[in-house]
């Protein structure tokens, strides 16, 4: 029962303990322990993150289908408005077209009028002077009639 | 054992040959072998089951034996916490744990049969072996002083030399009483260090003087009709001591915890705290 040599054994053996113990079992523990709280307040904040994140997706989703609406309505305007340019376009280079035909068509049709007139008109003061010919050839002089003749032709 | 009667002299010898270290040497250089293998295989125990915790570790989901450990590192955790505050230390909290662990399962072997251990022993051949570290005053005084000497180191590193001579001069009286003081502190920093040891020493030391007596009861009795009173007597106060001194071993540990945390926290405090 008496303080012995042991007492100093005792001392060494147990600040040998005290070091064996934080090498073996109080570091590794409470650094696991450590790295533990971390992983959980990582997660934590991870995930608040997340909602975070989605919260905007979500508004941003919204924005994305809204503009993509306008841009739609914006192009159906603006495709509507060409469609009603070309067609009114497309009419009226049809309707200058025909009316340039047409009026190609009367001046030609005007033109051979005229010509068929005239080609007539000779035709018809030869046919004249043949018949009257014929029938002076039996009853009249041809310096008699030739006034009346004349006047035929002019009238032609 | 039971070549001795159950005589007063028997008595007194079954009792100090209980009380007697196995040991080499003589007066101060006596080495005793049996409080420092026990300690020893102890302290084995604890670094082995730390090494095993250690490398199994789930940072996940623990379970089982980790579990067990983190709620005891826990507790540590939260004493020296509420002790030091942001003062930290990182020497306190190791050293706290090991004495919890330590002293608790030195006491331990108090609660295992008293004739059990040297029963075992004596038949291959050791005569003496007092199986409980802590029933001896060189274990717990070993410790206790240890911690002085980080008491006192702390304080001077905390404080400064001047400072820590300061606290001798000038309290707990103030700068009028100063040889008074300086008995006073003396006094109260002395009863630190040997209160510390001798309270663990004591109850240890008293639990298991009472379990040799109630070993006494029928030792050495022969098979008589008094033994069927004295036989149940025995089985029934050495269970209830027994449960009795699994809370004393506890609470013995954990104020030894306590204590040393509470004067190294002190050590800690500065002048302008107080």
Same mark, same amino acid.
């Given at each position: ?156 | ?89 990182? %020497?306190? $909290? ?5 004495? +919890?662990? /330590?002293?608790? *399962?030195?006491?331990?072997? @108090? ?107 029928? %030792?050495? $009795? ?5 033994? +069927?009173? /004295?036989?149940? *007597?025995?089985?029934?106060? @050495? ?36």
């Amino acid at each position: 029962m008496n303080i012995t040599v042991t007492l100093f054994a005792q001392m060494i053996a147990f600040i040998a303990m005290i070091w064996l113990v934080n090498r073996f079992l109080w570091a590794p523990l409470s650094s696991m322990m450590e790295a533990r709280r971390q992983r959980i307040a990582d997660g934590l904040s991870a995930s608040e993150r997340g909602k975070h994140e989605l919260k905007l997706a979500e508004e941003r989703a919204v924005q994305v289908i809204k503009e993509a609406k306008e841009r739609a309505t914006e192009l159906l305007a603006q495709a509507n408005g060409r469609s009603t340019e070309i067609l009114d376009e497309a009419r009226n280079n049809a309707k200058a077209e025909s009316e340039r035909v047409i009026a190609g068509a009367q001046a030609e049709i005007g033109r051979e009028v005229e010509r068929a007139k005239q080609e007539l008109s000779k035709q018809v003061s030869v046919l004249a002077v043949i018949g009257a010919e014929r029938i002076l050839k039996r009853e009249v002089d041809a310096k008699v009639h030739e006034a009346s003749i004349a006047d035929l032709v002019a009238r032609i | 054992m039971s070549a001795v009667e159950n005589t007063g002299g028997g008595t007194v010898e079954y009792i100090q040959h209980h009380l007697t270290n196995w040991s080499v040497g003589q007066g101060f250089w006596t080495l005793n072998l049996d409080t420092i293998l026990v300690s020893l295989m102890l302290g084995a125990l604890i670094v082995f089951a730390g090494m095993r915790v250690g490398r199994n570790l789930e940072v996940g989901a623990p379970s089982g034996f980790q579990n067990f450990v983190e709620m005891v590192l826990e507790f540590v955790d939260t004493q020296v916490k509420d002790s030091f505050g942001k003062r930290d230390n990182a %020497l306190i $909290a190791p050293l706290a744990l090991t004495v +919890l662990v /330590w002293v608790w *399962l030195m006491n331990f072997m @108090d609660l295992i049969p008293v004739d059990l251990i040297p029963a075992a022993l004596h038949m291959i051949g050791l005569h003496e072996f007092k199986a409980v570290p802590t029933t001896d005053l060189n274990t717990t005084m070993a410790m206790a002083l240890f911690v002085f000497v980080l008491t006192v180191y702390y304080n001077i590193k905390v404080k400064g030399l001047v400072g820590y001579i300061k606290m001798f001069l000038f309290h707990p009286f103030g700068k009028f009483l100063v040889p008074v003081n300086m008995v006073m502190t003396a006094i109260e920093e002395l009863a630190k260090p040997i209160s510390l040891g001798l309270r663990l020493f004591g109850n240890m030391f008293a639990g298991e003087l009472v379990f040799l007596l109630i070993a006494l009861l029928t %030792l050495g $009795a022969t098979i008589s009709a008094s033994l +069927l009173i /004295w036989f149940p *007597l025995q089985v029934v106060l @050495d269970v209830a001591w027994l449960i009795f001194h699994i809370l004393v071993i506890t609470l013995q540990a954990f104020i030894f915890m306590v204590l040393t945390i509470v004067y190294l926290g002190m050590a800690h405090i500065t002048e302008d705290e107080h």
